[in-house]
């Protein structure tokens, strides 16, 4: 039997590829949409890939499986378990296979066994691995989103992605009654999951990629709770928001998406910078400038958004996301591939081209903003000179905050700048000073004079300035 | 002034960049499709691309204008002269610029006049270049297509390309009297061609990139004719085959061709090898093998043509050219890259996909052909056990030929098969056993069985066996 | 605590970045010579690389504990056990730390503590990791070369590689105790094993990265055995033959190997073929042509030896090694960079140059070899028209073999050409047909008229051809 | 015939591939340290490199002849005129043959005949070709350091960079005698030069890659004095400083430098941040910091220097170069090949290694310095609050400077700070701004409080600010 793992760093996504070295039959569990690494393996290694698996309709990427299928003529096999056909909706002219519970899909002498784990989702499976030519018991277990590495998959993003009103806590319950299945496990079986430490499909996912069944049961907390209530309580406690552009991908992910044989290739474009302002003016169109927070403070072309690559770009692209509008991008020519790799995983298709980050030069008007030092921003707080907006989350917001500050989490700043005058500064901060470099970006471009508080409001509370504690 | 020389080889075709220093203003003479170089330098030099400038309308690649207009603003310079709006067909929404004769265009200190230059094409334009900061004279020429090193372009091509009955002789009169122009640049006048050896617009072109007034004066055999007549008689003779994607270009250079941007990217794809086979025998489609003569010749997937790269493939494409199927390409995968520039500068847009050439191994069936000297064919044609078949060019077989041989050209050869029995095996050759192992590709998938003859023709003479003269 | 397993395929080598996100601090278990990776990863993730652990002193790659401590300023963690110092002779500058069973190496909140693990050598440790932050219990152990998937360290090598009499059964017996040790582990516990399959340090190694303590209990046939002496009987049994580079190996990682810094950059040279027959020519100097089999045979530089890439490249490499002589690698120029990575995974830093393939064209003389199926060789065999020879190890040829036929294995060759017969032509043959072309190549250029059996014995049995057996 | 242009931008440095179709045979004429561009074509287009042709002693590159009569083969064409065997002193391994005036090189059709041109330097040849196939008389003469596009080479370099007295004049009137014999070549005849825009071999030269005799004759500046005396005035008039380094690769350029085949290959490092500054600190190695003049302003590494890559790099790596030293860079990875290579190619075989721009984050002291608007620094030094440096080279500063500015070239400033009182801030400028920022980077290590002027002498000017004329 042979074993490969895949993880897509920017993404926190794992796939697998496991395959049955005497008939060179592979399988990939949860392929990406960019497919390359796999079809390398698949070649150094002279397998043919028959088969791609999938856990469940994923909400946090674009999923590979149809990509794979027209590909390398793979089936495609998915849920049937949880709705109607799973939930999916493919195309009819897709080798797609169903599978329930307790089915196995083979590969020459290895065997895939489906064990059905709603939870995460109606219809998530796990798939077991046994090597029929060694073994007859399960060497691992794929669990998708359903178990991580110290965390499991939340049940609550159907509800605050999708809207299925009331299924964050039926999610719940499912997930319990599916964690007392896998309970069942030998402590020895290996888990392969879906994720790793940074996706948000979890909460508290750990960085390392496999864990043992007995290894969660001692020190997974998911795994403590014996009580339903008790774990359904545990469990939504404390979810992070989820991005934006998860919507989407649930939506993609029933049907497949477009195959990249048929997405244009993103070019550089040289526009002089006033062309991209104008550009970045335009209502149709977002122009995303990738360069470092502080390169952007200093000089920045007019409407375009500081997004940084490589710490803050895939996330906030996430969470920001818009998939209506074309997509422009600054960046180093370097990793314009890179950028678009990226995009491409998370369905924007709609990127349309790239800029050099030469185009700042020659552009006639630039935008800049400050930054400042806590103390120096509480200073001008306390003589009413400036108007103070933090852009976390609720949930950090109301453990403690600055006195007055004016409350707008990030992805609704874009919409709520009617709430600001224009008559005073804004001083902007989040938690360390990286998500209001992005909210800096937008309000110069509103027209405010900005400061960006640095170091945020960790720094805040080690100069001892004044907060409001919950 | 700036100057740059950029040079396909793929195509053997030459374009430019001009630029004024003190201005940034920059202007790229005869793009090619594939655009990134001109922008690269331009990033580098810090030049804004604001103009492009055509010679003509090309036959041979698609013209980079639209494309560079597209990306970088820059307006599109093109000959009023010779048909209606220079025989152009321009979409509204381009920024375009007619240009007569003596018309300037000017980068800053830079000018680039025009000079009318008909006889390669009615429209065709020369540009002299005048670095108006040092001098008030050319310092030289961009001929285009007009005058090569050591050559002057061809006349024939819209007759043989298009169709358009008497063209050739008019052009090769039209080209005398340019000429007679041009001849009154100063000797040290530079010539900066559109294309280098190997190129299929002229019949001897250099491998030297540059040349002068005063050098082709004196050795530049279509310079020496003083009389029409005999101009036309020595320009009009031995003029080479034009390959058939020329009628395509001459088509999509009219208009300008489809943007980069809407053109989808080809992907790699990993059927079994049956499946290529499979997809190999679909008459919509066309699977190249570009892997060497000798491996092709050891193990093909049934139905698939060789088209060797790097050493035959761009040229035989561009020969057997065909728009309307859909393309794959078997490669390795660090040539893909190469293989759709090269695609995409010939308009070959319908590529679909690769394969790796580890396809192969996977395929259950492989054809094979031998490859066999001279003497050895000759000695079965004497028993008459096999037929030989001469794919070169007329003008080759009407020189000297194999007695009793068939002489088939190799584009022809896949319709004209039914020409030849099936009940003996096919002895094919051409000048060296280059074309003839494409020749040996095309046959064996039609059910012959195949010998490729050795070294070709040069071998058959230098073994001093018979052959038929003119 | 973030975790990551790196894998060099060339070598079937594993190596392991662990890391405490709290205080950035990071180790590397049995890192490769080429440390790029771990450079990449730590930059990537902000990491401080403070520690390098060897599990023991490696026979089959060059220890890249000495690079990435130079080069990142990391202390050398290393074993005390076994022998005077643990069998290490640092150089003095280095910054060494020697670890003693049951020693804990602490990263922030991350724990490494060792385990004396004899058997496949005296020094060996395995390494428990500890995520301090969430456990009190090791999530797995880094077993090194003690415990593979499937497999066990052999106990013979530094018998057989480095000629220490007796220390193979010794070492089989410390196994077992070592064993013992382990087996006490829950189940649940990881193996990150410093192999997977393709690797000569163990017999059986399995293509899954990693497995559990609960797993190899059941599974390992290793672990099935209860006394020690069917233990010792088993492990000495069927262990493949060591490549000869391995006695090197133990040699330099002693010690530490040259710094990649001091290490010439090897670079293409552009000889004329006969120019390259001149350097193969030269005793003190090896060229290995890289390109495939079939290319090979139909056309090779004279003294040139055929170590196909990447299939048979880097293990032949290893068996054949010379520390001594200059190398010089034909190949295609993409492979460069690769080829060198591999060599000096192997401390081949004699590697001299490389020739494009290219140069073989140039060459005015090649030899060349046939290759015929088993019942053509057969025939001639049943004449006496041939000499046959067999190139397997010791033990496939006590198994079966073609009758009458000369046994020598293939490391061997080269030294015993003298009994073979120059008169007549050499039939050579291996299991499937590879390493009889590298024999091939060996013995065309010793003059022989050499013919390379088809699909070797696997072929000759199933044509049900004449074997005399055990 | 064959020509190939190529043209190394970062030394603005050219050569030439001139090769005879018909058999194969190739030079390369001024070739540079890396090989690689001309091992390409040669295999691309099936040439073998028999000569490598040099036309003088070159100041300002290490020339790559050497390298490739190691690599090739080929035999090194060198001056016998001038000096005693043309100044060279090669070591008898390599094959060289030395060439008098009017002596012919040939590769099969091809011709080069030397022309002995005194004036750069004693021994300096131009070689005319001649492609015999098709003409008599030559298309053009390679002019190397003799003829540049708009100027010629300067004449001072051995009594600047060498110390030879005399020698500029001397020169300067060799200079005189060689182009009355150049010019009487025919019009026609291009000029094919050693260097480009941007070089230091010359004042005036052109970014244009060729010219002719005629064109120059027109417009060169140094064609136009008839008489030897207002030609030495005018041609030794307005030199600029020759580079440091020239001295160094006029020595290493007699003997041919270190094959970069014994040249170890420069790694990347990862100290942490305070290891850097440790190493900077040492007496014996210079830290390069390649990031933009905004990034290190900003913060920089105690003891690091400032050489923003690619705008200064180059050139100021040159003007301030130390051989004895161990040099480290820090800079992007993907940039790491390219500055070794510039760095080869101006022998500074002394770096030692790279650091990622990441390293930065993690020191914990960071030095910084202020940019300010030329009216706010004249404010301060009308109120005496600061001092005032011109690091400008001494002809800018004589023409006009600011009043009671301290006037240091940037090449003496590290050496001569004891002349500025540590008191007061330091307000340092240059022309434009990016001399200064050099300077800024050697005053802040040595304790200044500094601040650049932005936009230099060049913005104080434009605002009209008080100055000094000559």
Redesign the interface.
Known sequence: ?????FYD?SLAQASYMVAC?ATGEAAVIDPARNI?DY??I???Q?F??VATVETHIHADFVSGVTELAR???ATIYHSLEGNENGGYEWDNALPVQGVRDQDIIRLGNVQLKALHTPGHTPEHMAYELI?GA??D?P?GVFTGDFVFV?DVGRPDLLEKSVGVAGSAEEGARQMFASLQKFKKY?????IWPGHG?GSACGKAL??????????E???NPAFQPTEEAAFVEFLLDGQPEPPAYFAKMKEVNKTGMTP?????????????GD?VAELANDKQTIVIDTRSI??FA?GSIPKTINLPY?DMFAEWLGRLADYEKSIYLIAE??QFAHLRKIMLSMGMDNL??FF?T?VI??ASKLLTYETQSPSEVDKKRKHDHIQVVDVRYTDEWDEAHIPNAKHIPLPELAERTDELTPDKPVAVHCRSGKRSAIASSILINQGFDVINVKGGFINWENENLETTKA
């Not at 030998?186 to 290996?190: F, I």
């Not at 990249?260 to 002089?272: C, N, R």
């Open positions: 039997m042979y074993l490969k793992y760093s070295q390359e079809l390398k698949a070649r150094e002279g043919h890939i590909r390398t003529g090597d060694t073994a018991k060497m110290g030998a402590d020895y079986v290996q430490a750990g960085a390392v990629p496999t864990s043992t069944v007995g290894y049961r001692l020190f990249l044989s048929k997405v244009p290739y993103s070019v550089e474009m040289q526009l002089a062309g502080q390169a200093t490589p020519p370097y349309q081209g050099s030469s030069d020659s």
